[in-house]
């Protein structure tokens, strides 16, 4: 067992006591919520913190409310919780899939949504740009109060969030939109996906693209929107072969992170294939 | 201070630091070394456990949070000497292979057998997304847990 003598992990009873946690704890202390990044620190030749605070008996965190005008996800509900509570909102597929596709079962039963947005390094997260096309914002408490933001912003600043702050829950707004997930892992399933492009749009009276929202995963090292072709798609009927050939002109905007798996150039090329496979699911 | 733990029904103690992959004081401290460390990242299986009865793997669970709950391993399935109807099915049908994976695998087939009585060959292939096989025999695996459903 090749683990210092010096590590505590405190499961915190509370939203509040894991707030004092945190803030007491400074930056050697950290939330632990699924632990499927955490505990494979030591494969990425990671230093693990001396003290890990545990929300996964907090209630709140776990909680799903649907409103009539948002949904709201708490940041310890997991993916396997999450894809179930949604099934039957058919304006949440890219979600659905998004959760109910990643990694394998196991994991699924345990990986959670907060912690797939707050782990800076992992590029190949679902529900991150499945977020992102929904508009989602993020609630993230201290023990000053709270603070909401948008998905986009909370990604630039992730990185450098002050110790002793916590995401709490996931807003996502209710628009009744089409959305769609298409992702292309290396294998059938159970692998991360070289690339992943989530669909959001809404339809005017005759079939053409009102509004739209894209976003693209795991190609560079934080997902983001693809804003030049949500503006080429709108007015424009859904045509899988006429995004695809957009999205081929429009895919030089993207650099391709390297990994071990696929080199970066990989992961730009399949994105028109993508763009194609998810307007297709969506009916054109 | 001990961790206390609850595993195959027995009440241990283990005296490792809390962050600790669970797999590596089951096997280290515990003896029970049917759950292999094998890839460490959740991908392979090969230390997959039960934790009220959920297939798990041990790999990322630190000991301290699995106080309180129910584990078990492979070890623990076979109740008083005898083989389970996945463990039979998969004797039955010669599906036994070299050990690195198989273990994780009846862990995986055995929930699947009690969760899922309806379960089709599409529904198995999907419960063992997360257990790879190097022997790469899963065509038996997946017979032997179609027969354990079909005389369940």
Redesign the interface.
């Given at each position: 067992?090749d683990?210092?003598?010096?590590?505590?992990?405190y499961?915190a009873p509370s939203l509040m006591a894991a707030l004092d946690a945190l803030d007491e704890g400074g930056a050697e202390t950290a939330p632990?919520a699924?632990?499927?990044w955490i505990?494979?620190a030591?494969?990425r030749h990671e230093p693990?913190k001396s003290r890990?605070v545990?929300i996964?008996k907090i209630p709140e965190l776990h909680a799903i409310k649907v409103e009539a005008d948002v949904v709201e996800v708490g940041a310890a509900v997991t993916h396997a919780a999450l894809a179930v509570a949604l099934t039957e909102l058919p304006e949440f597929d890219v979600l659905t899939a998004a959760a109910s596709r990643s990694?394998?079962?196991?994991?699924r039963?345990?990986a959670t949504i907060g912690g797939n947005l707050a782990t800076t390094a992992f590029a190949a997260a679902d529900c991150v740009p499945a977020l992102l096309c929904l508009d989602a914002e993020v609630e993230i408490a201290s023990r000053n109060g709270r603070e909401r933001t948008g998905l986009e912003q909370f990604l630039t600043m992730r990185s450098t969030l002050a110790p002793g702050r916590l995401l709490q829950r996931i807003i996502v707004p209710r628009r009744g939109r089409k959305t769609v997930h298409a992702r292309l892992p290396l294998r059938q399933?159970?692998d991360y996906p070289t690339a992943i492009v989530c669909l959001a749009v809404s339809l005017d009276d005759v079939g053409d693209v009102q509004t739209a929202r894209v976003a693209v995963g795991s190609v560079e090292p934080v997902a983001r929107r693809w804003e030049r072709l949500e503006a080429t798609l709108v007015g424009h009927p859904l045509n899988a072969a006429w995004a695809a050939e957009a999205a081929a002109g429009l895919a030089d905007e993207f650099t391709g992170r390297d990994s071990v798996e696929v080199p970066g150039w990989y992961r730009v090329r399949v994105l028109p294939g993508l763009v194609r496979r998810a307007i297709a699911a969506l009916g054109s | 201070m001990g961790l206390s733990l609850t595993v195959n029904g027995d009440h241990l103690t283990s005296t490792?630091?809390?962050?600790?992959?669970l797999v590596?004081?089951l096997r280290?401290e515990f003896y029970l070394t049917g759950a292999k460390p094998v890839c460490?990242?959740?991908?392979c299986?090969a230390c997959?456990v039960l934790v009220n009865g959920?297939?798990?793997?041990s790999?990322?669970?630190?000991v301290?949070?699995a106080q309180g709950h129910d584990i078990c391993t492979v070890e623990g399935l076979a109740a008083n000497g005898g083989l389970n109807p996945m463990q039979a099915a998969l004797e039955a049908c010669d599906a036994v292979q070299c050990g690195m994976c198989f273990p994780g695998m009846v862990v995986?087939l055995t929930h699947l057998l009690a969760t899922r009585p309806e379960a089709t060959r599409d529904d198995i292939r999907?419960?063992l997304?997360?257990n790879?096989c190097r022997c790469t025999g899963y065509e038996r695996i997946i017979e032997a847990a179609l027969l354990a459903l079909a005389t369940k």
């Open positions: 067992m683990t210092p003598a010096s590590r505590s992990v499961v632990f699924g632990g499927t505990m494979r030591p494969i693990l890990y545990a996964g990694a394998n079962p196991a994991i039963g345990m399933a159970g | 490792a630091d809390p962050i600790t992959p590596d004081v280290e460490r990242e959740g991908f299986g997959m959920n297939p798990t793997p790999c990322l669970v630190p301290a949070l995986s999907a419960a997304t997360g790879i």
